[in-house]
């Protein structure tokens, strides 16, 4: 799933930078004094890159799909992610910005849907959702573990009675410490194939 997503967004941010040299060779700005007086088309909040050239702010964005951060970094991921979505809008804003585009247009990108958007969120998603499992898997391992050495410590000054119920409690929280380390396993095992296939 993420590997479908990532190859989206990167086949998506190709056809932008094609639309985007289709762009500056039809010189839509040549003739703009105000957009000529400005040293850069973005703010600085939203593009490092300073040009006139659509493509220039493209192969910005694909240097920081290249350099995204490891999914486990959830933070710096997630907001890896966001900024390419708000940088990839901002260029389809100003191809927008010519009738000629937008007409040609209108059916790839309607105004109520954004594709990049919808690809980004899929994969911050599917990253946030593995390590969230991971995470509650780890959660219950601990919470069994203290079960088990509870039941021990009672164990010490139990009946010969009480200790039979111990013991089959905890033989019984082995089993759910057993099925809860599989799933620990399985969790780690669809990360790693996650990433194996976010780096190909």
């Known amino acids: 799933m993420m590997n479908n997503a990532l190859l989206k967004l990167h086949n998506q941010v190709e056809y932008l930078a094609q639309q985007a040299e289709q762009f500056d060779n039809a010189k839509w700005f040549a003739k ?5 007086a400005q ?5 600085r909040t939203v593009f490092a890159t300073k040009s006139l ?77 593995l390590y969230q499992e991971l995470s ?13 050495e509870l039941r021990k410590v009672q164990l010490n000054s139990a009946t010969p009675a009480q200790a039979t119920s111990l013991n089959q409690e905890i033989l019984t929280l082995h089993a759910r410490l057993g ?13 790693q194939l996650a990433e194996k296939q976010q780096t190909r």
Do not use: G
Not at 32 to 36: A, E, G, P, V
Not at 179 to 191: F, G, P, Q
């Open 39 to 43: 040293p850069s088309l973005f703010d």
């Open 53 to 129: 050239q659509l493509t220039d702010y493209v192969d910005e964005i694909k240097v920081t799909l290249t350099a995204l951060p490891e999914p486990q970094k959830r933070h710096a991921y997630a907001f890896a992610l966001e900024k390419i979505a708000t940088q990839i809008e901002a260029v389809i804003k100003v191809l927008k910005s010519t009738s000629v585009w937008a007409k040609e247009n209108k059916v790839r990108y309607p105004k109520k849907t954004t594709p990049y958007r919808n690809t980004v969120k899929k994969m911050i998603q599917s990253s946030q959702e």
């Open 179 to 191: 099925r809860c380390r599989k799933a620990i396993s399985a969790a780690e095992e669809k990360i």
């Open 136 to 148: 509650q898997n780890h959660e219950f391992e601990r919470r069994l573990l203290e079960m088990v």
């Open 32 to 36: 703009n004094r105000y957009i000529q």
